[in-house]
């Protein structure tokens, strides 16, 4: 991954983190997620813990799956995006690959969430 596919992967996982962090306080018992500048480490475990309680939500599975889809996206991706900036050897393609399509899909998922949310007001 070069630097601008690394940066340009950083700022859409933030932005994934922050679409999780709102969609959370609209649940229907909400969720307060900690702020996008805390540490990764105490974001990640907000987000496991997120993903192990959704099913508590009084919301069908579907959508509690939606979450705990985006919440375990966001954590895999952020793994790959460490091990990215850890790493000292070259790039390679497919952990491009894989963290783009783990935040493409957590979006989608938080935006389907997002879809079903705005029906029950």
Not at 2 to 15: G, N, P
Request: net charge negative; with cysteine.
């Amino acid at each position: 991954m070069d630097h601008d596919q690394y940066e340009t992967a950083v700022q859409e996982h933030e932005a994934l983190y922050l679409m999780i962090k709102a969609a959370c306080y609209l649940l229907p018992v909400p969720i307060n997620l900690p702020s996008a500048g805390v540490e990764q480490a105490e974001r990640m475990k907000a987000l496991s813990r997120v993903a192990s309680i959704v099913d508590q939500q009084p919301m069908p599975e579907e959508q509690y799956g939606e979450l705990g889809n985006a919440c375990l996206n966001w954590m895999i991706a952020a793994d790959l995006l460490r091990f990215e900036a850890e790493d000292r050897e070259p790039s390679v393609w497919h952990r491009v690959v894989a963290v783009r399509a783990l935040i493409m899909e957590g979006v989608d998922a938080v935006k389907r969430l997002g879809d079903w949310l705005a029906d029950q007001m």
